[in-house]
């Protein structure tokens, strides 16, 4: 692969790691940087990728950590106009879908926990009336709705330009039967989906997690996958099945 330009976006789970020490420009500089911390660092899928076919081609990761879908189609988008649509693919990992009007999940229930469950009233919600649970349950109905709508949204934009692209979940989101047309509409051959213990919707941690023989094996102590995880990611799924499928 020689002279394209691939557009990746992602939450934490894609987010290069290269980028935070000034002198490292590959695997083995990173592990051997001063900086490194093997517990809490990683060397992630799309480093890899930068290093085996960066030098040849234009790798652009806008990946963000603690992003939600908002997040990652507006990165996208905004990257897409200003490169004209000149993109020869566009790789996203999706993230929670939770991550809708905070740019990390638990913003909400950590205010509602320092604050009172008040806040959810001065949100619009009387949470002494016998709707309660029914106007809850709405809510996060909605939220999880208009998440995939991000993504429904953006792969029209892609198609409408013609560009190639393929999707991945960065974990199972356990979607019910309520979504099951929009994810219709959002689930094609373009969607790398990984079926696992009777789901056909895992991603990138429930494949690292079952070929590594657990969680223990694949994941860093706050449940990121870890460096050996993404190497196993990228040259099992990544190149074969997303930058080259």
């Not at 509602?112 to 309660?132: M, P, R, V, W, Y």
């Not at 199972?172 to 929009?182: A, P, R, S, T, V």
């Not at 694949?218 to 190497?231: C, Q, V």
Request: proline share 1%; hydrophobic share 30%; aromatic share 14%.
């Amino acid at each position: 692969m020689e002279n394209k330009t691939i557009l990746i976006g992602g939450c934490s789970f894609s987010e290069g790691m290269k980028k935070r020490y000034s002198e490292v420009t590959n695997e083995k500089e990173f592990y051997s940087d001063v900086n490194f911390n093997k517990e809490k660092d990683w060397y992630p899928w799309t480093d890899l990728l930068d290093d085996e076919y960066g030098k040849s081609n234009n790798i652009i990761n806008v990946s963000q950590g603690s992003a939600g879908q908002l997040t990652i189609s507006s990165n996208i988008s905004q990257k897409l106009f200003e490169l004209d649509f000149k993109v020869d693919k566009v790789i996203i990992q999706w993230s929670n879908l939770a991550r809708t009007f905070s740019e990390k999940e638990s913003d909400l229930i950590e205010n509602i926990n320092s604050q009172g469950f008040e806040l959810l009233a001065n949100k619009g919600i009387d949470i002494f009336t016998d709707e309660l649970k029914d106007r809850i349950e709405k809510m996060g109905y909605d939220i999880k709705f208009n998440s995939l709508l991000q993504i429904y949204f953006l792969k029209n934009l892609l198609e409408s330009k013609n560009i190639n692209y393929k999707f991945f979940w960065g974990w199972d989101n356990g979607l019910d039967g309520k979504y099951e047309n929009i994810k219709k509409e959002i689930y094609n051959e373009h969607f790398w989906l990984y079926d696992y213990e009777g789901s056909r919707e895992g991603g990138f941690l429930e494949y690292v997690k079952k070929e590594l023989g657990g969680k223990e094996n694949a994941e860093m102590e706050d449940g990121h996958p870890n460096s050996e995880s993404h190497k196993l990611f990228y040259n099992n799924i990544i190149k074969p099945e997303i930058l080259f499928g």
